[in-house]
């Protein structure tokens, strides 16, 4: 072995349960370990990346990943953390899902290489379809009693849950499944541990005992923290909904923004968990951080580093770019580089207004784009006054109030950004 795997985990703080003798299990051999992925959507999103990222500590420290698509579980639901059943999806859409998550597991885990410890990518509906639900419950269900399976938490929660109308026979019986996964990756490849948040002990958990009734081996299972934030708000959501690893879904900007707007606290927990610098390298920039807060060096280098692992560098670049745009010195240039997903990002939530091309194509003088023809400002003399003032900016630049804003002045062939002052920016949208 490379690494020592839970020595590993244990300092980054993405350690919160693991069956005794797992360590030492680890460090006889290379062993397989699987984390299990909802298919129910086309991209994962950050509140998965704990479980890649255990996946790759795996594979790192001379291990087997296995990444597990639960194209079954997905049609059932898991009750875990749960108040209501979840939509049931098809094949067709579980498939696509399927090969949207695998290309995104690849920026993580190697799964192209011939090393003995490639990562492989598994679905549990490939195993479970042919069987039948006779079979099943003769097979698998007789192995484990009601009262073990109403013992676990996520049963007792869901049932006692004033909000809850109870649980479906359907979402009862999903620890059964997911235990018939672990066992099923026990037999076919060796694979002796599973890992997951920690809602998910008691379905773990259940597989090992499937393993030590059925398979006559030994499943271990290891938890990781559920990912909290600091000010209690939901880790990985904005007001927009999730931040996705899917750029059409989430821009590069935006999931920049979201690790950069990090507080201090959480910045320190969260280096250590979604990024693989060192531990000095870390110690040092927290202690960089801690003589120097109000230069944000801790989330500056969160941001970075895991945009550039999710993204690639150049999608850094020009979220870093953006962001300049408000935030720093920039440029007309910079401004008419931004292509218009990334300038709607970026000015989200600033006011417009609709102009026809054709007021732009004749010439519009800066006072009428300024008040009459925007609301921008509430009258013309104001908007003389601020001229005046060399208070204006059109694209970035300053202007007089001899100023006409013509077809050049367009961003993407549709925007001009009137500014006043350092934050005051209005955008001019032409259809």
Not at 91 to 114: G, V, Y
Not at 210 to 225: D, E, N, Q, S, V
Request: a negative charge; glycine letters at 8%.
């Amino acid at each position: 072995m490379t690494k020592n795997f839970i020595e590993e985990i244990t300092w980054r703080g993405m350690l919160h349960d693991v069956m005794p003798n797992t360590e030492e299990h680890l460090l006889e051999e290379m062993r397989g370990a699987y984390v299990g992925i909802d298919p129910t959507a086309d991209s994962l999103h950050i509140g998965h990346l704990v479980g890649v990222m255990l996946l790759r500590h795996f594979q790192l420290a001379g291990h087997k990943p296995f990444a597990l698509v639960g194209g079954a579980t997905g049609m059932i639901g898991d009750p875990s953390g749960k108040s209501a059943e979840r939509n049931l999806l098809d094949e067709k859409t579980l498939r696509h899902n399927q090969e949207a998550i695998k290309s995104q597991l690849e920026r993580f885990l190697d799964f192209d290489s011939d090393a003995a410890n490639a990562a492989v990518l598994v679905n549990n509906y490939d195993w479970m379809k042919e069987f039948s639900f006779l079979e099943f419950i003769r097979d698998v269900g007789k192995h484990i009693t009601v009262n073990y399976m109403m013992a676990k938490d996520s049963v007792k929660k869901r049932l006692s849950s004033e909000s809850s109308e109870g649980m479906s026979f359907t979402e009862f019986t999903y620890q059964l499944v997911q235990g018939y996964d672990f066992l099923h990756l026990f037999r076919t490849h060796n694979c002796t541990l599973q890992m997951g948040g920690s809602d998910q002990w008691g379905n773990i958990t259940t597989g090992t005992e499937l393993i030590r009734r059925i398979g006559g081996g030994k499943g271990y299972a290891l938890t990781c923290p559920l990912i909290t934030k600091a000010d209690g708000t939901k880790f990985g959501k904005t007001e927009g909904g999730n931040i996705w690893l899917d750029a059409a879904k989430t821009s590069p900007y935006k999931f920049y923004q979201y690790w950069l707007n990090t507080s201090d606290e959480d910045a320190e927990k969260y280096i250590k968990i979604f990024t693989f610098l060192t531990k000095e390298e870390i110690e040092a920039l927290i202690a960089a951080h801690k003589e120097a807060p109000h230069q944000r060096a801790l989330q500056k280098k969160l941001a970075e580093e895991i945009t550039v692992m999710v993204h690639s560098k150049e999608d850094l670049d020009n979220a870093i770019a953006a962001s300049n745009i408000l935030f720093g010195k920039s440029t007309s240039a910079d401004l008419k580089g931004l292509d218009e997903a990334t300038f709607l990002d970026v000015f989200e939530g600033v006011p417009q207004a609709e102009l026809t091309k054709d007021l732009i194509t004749e010439g519009l003088d800066i006072v009428g784009a300024l008040a009459q023809h925007t609301g921008f400002l509430k009258s013309n003399g104001e908007a003389r006054r601020a001229l005046k003032e060399n208070s204006i900016s059109v694209n970035k630049e300053k202007v007089s109030d001899s100023y006409t804003i013509a077809t050049t002045d367009l961003i993407n062939d549709q925007f001009v950004l009137l500014q006043r002052g350092k934050k005051n920016y209005f955008v001019i949208r032409v259809k």
